[in-house]
T-cell receptor, first 114, second 115 residues
Framework: AQKVTQAQTEISVVEKEDVTLDCVYE???????LFWYKQPPSGELVFLIR??????QNEISGRYSWNFQKSTSSFNFTITASQVVDSAVYFC???????????FGTGTSLTVIP | GAGVSQSPSNKVTEKGKDVELRCDPI?????LYWYRQSLGQGLEFLIY????????KSGLPSDRFSAERTGGSVSTLTIQRTQQEDSAVYLC?????????????FGPGTRLLVL
C-alpha cells in the first residue's frame, strides 16, 4: 500500500528553537518522489521540496533541511531557529514516478510562539 | 498575473447542479495538477496532466468528475450532479522543470460549497 504518515498532529515551539517534522512513507515502487508543502494561515499551498528516491543526500535551504533515509522510509523536515512566520500546516507527500498517483499525509500544524 | 489563477474563487451551488472550475497555469508550464482539500478527507490528489494528456484518471473520486486541458494551457474540472460531499477547496498547481528538478506553483483555490 502507498501511504504517508505524519504522526505529529500539532507541535508548538518557542521562537528560535529548532523543530523537526516527521514523515514516514510506505510504497511498493522502487522509484518514487517525496514532497513537502507548507500551508500558512492564508491557505495557499506552497511547494517546498521534491526529492527523488535515488537521491538520499540531505538537502539544506536556508533554515530548512530535509533528511531522507530509505532504510527507515522517512523524509523528515527540520526548521532551524524557527520564526513566527514558520507557523503553518506542513504536509508530506509521496508520488509514483509518473506523477499519476499522489498521496498526502494528514499534515502537522506548527505553531511558533514569539 | 504571473502566478496560477483559478476561477471562480468561491462557488455556492445546489445539490444536483453541475459546476465547472477553471485553472490557468503559468505560461509555459506543461504539467498541471488538480487536488482538493476538505475537512473530512484532508488533501487529495485528483488528476495530473502532462501537456493535454491525463493518462490516469483513477484519482478522480467518481465518474461525476471529469477534467480536460486544451492547448496545453487552461484546464477545467467539471463536477456533474454535485453532492454535499463535493464541498471542498479545489486546488490547481502547475510546474516547471529547472536543471532536472520540478517546482510546483499553486493557485489560490476554488472554494466550493454544495448546499
Amino acid at each position: 500500500a502507498q501511504k504517508v504518515t505524519q504522526a505529529q498532529t500539532e507541535i508548538s515551539v518557542v521562537e528560535k528553537e529548532d523543530v523537526t517534522l516527521d514523515c514516514v512513507y510506505e510504497t511498493r515502487d522502487t522509484t518514487y518522489y517525496l514532497f513537502w508543502y507548507k500551508q500558512p494561515p492564508s491557505g495557499e499551498l506552497v511547494f517546498l521540496i521534491r526529492r527523488n528516491s535515488f537521491d538520499e543526500q540531505n538537502e539544506i535551504s536556508g533554515r530548512y533541511s530535509w533528511n531522507f533515509q530509505k532504510s527507515t522510509s522517512s523524509f523528515n523536515f527540520t526548521i532551524t531557529a524557527s520564526q513566527v512566520v514558520d507557523s503553518a500546516v506542513y504536509f508530506c507527500a509521496l508520488s509514483d514516478p509518473t506523477g499519476n498517483q499522489f498521496y498526502f499525509g494528514t499534515g502537522t500544524s506548527l505553531t511558533v510562539i514569539p | 498575473g504571473a502566478g496560477v489563477s483559478q476561477s471562480p474563487s468561491n462557488k455556492v451551488t445546489e445539490k444536483g447542479k453541475d459546476v465547472e472550475l477553471r485553472c490557468d497555469p503559468i505560461s509555459g508550464h506543461t504539467a498541471l495538477y488538480w487536488y482538493r482539500q476538505s475537512l473530512g478527507q484532508g488533501l487529495e490528489f485528483l488528476i495530473y496532466f502532462q501537456g493535454n494528456s491525463a493518462p490516469d484518471k483513477s484519482g478522480l473520486p467518481s465518474d461525476r468528475f471529469s477534467a480536460e486541458r486544451t492547448g496545453g494551457s487552461v484546464s477545467t474540472l467539471t463536477i456533474q450532479r454535485t453532492q454535499q460531499e463535493d464541498s471542498a477547496v479545489y486546488l490547481c498547481a502547475s510546474s516547471a522543470w529547472t536543471s532536472g528538478e520540478e517546482t510546483q506553483y499553486f493557485g489560490p483555490g476554488t472554494r466550493l460549497l454544495v448546499l
